[in-house]
């Protein structure tokens, strides 16, 4: 999120203008992964601006990027932040109904548990991404010796 898309200055009006945008963008993205710490709905800002940079990396690039290289933090972001978003309501609902009010340690163990799940997502990801390449046609050793990933260096 703020390392921002890197693209030489006056190739076009237009990229120059999506540039502007983004790293406008990423200012208040930044700003709002702040916010996240006391208003957990501000999670999902900078979760959808990483997947709104690497569209923004294809079409200035030409070059196709897999979202598995990039969703796992997406998909983390919005897992955390979803789930920070139901323990909060979760917290003020049981406020006004006092028999509904939760423990401090269901909290911190639900909080926990969130994060848990979060890594176990991510970690998911990793796993099908290799099983994946181990089972390629031209055997577990193709990806390692053919895959170009040269190309993806500009929007990495």
């Keep these: 999120m703020a390392a921002g898309i890197t693209y030489p200055k006056g190739v076009s009006d237009e990229a120059d203008l999506i540039l502007l945008v983004f790293r406008l963008a990423s200012v208040f993205s930044a700003a709002t992964a702040i916010a996240a710490f ?3 709905i501000f999670v999902l800002i900078p979760a959808l601006f990483v997947m709104a940079q690497k569209g923004a990396g294809e079409f200035l690039f030409g070059v196709s990027i897999s ?9 983390f ?3 955390l932040g979803t789930g920070m978003l139901v323990l909060e309501a979760s917290q003020r609902l049981a406020a006004k109904w006092e028999k509904l009010r939760p423990e401090k340690e269901a909290i911190e163990n639900t909080t926990a548990l969130l994060v848990v799940a979060g890594i176990a997502v991510h970690f998911a990801d990793y796993f099908y991404s290799g099983h994946a390449k181990m ?3 031209g055997g577990p050793w193709v990806w390692l010796f053919e895959n170009p990933t040269a190309v993806l260096t500009p929007n990495a």
């Design 135 to 137: 089972v390629l046609d």
């Design 67 to 75: 979202h598995t290289d990039y969703v796992v933090v997406v998909e």
């Design 38 to 40: 006391r208003w957990p």
């Design 77 to 79: 972001g919005i897992l």
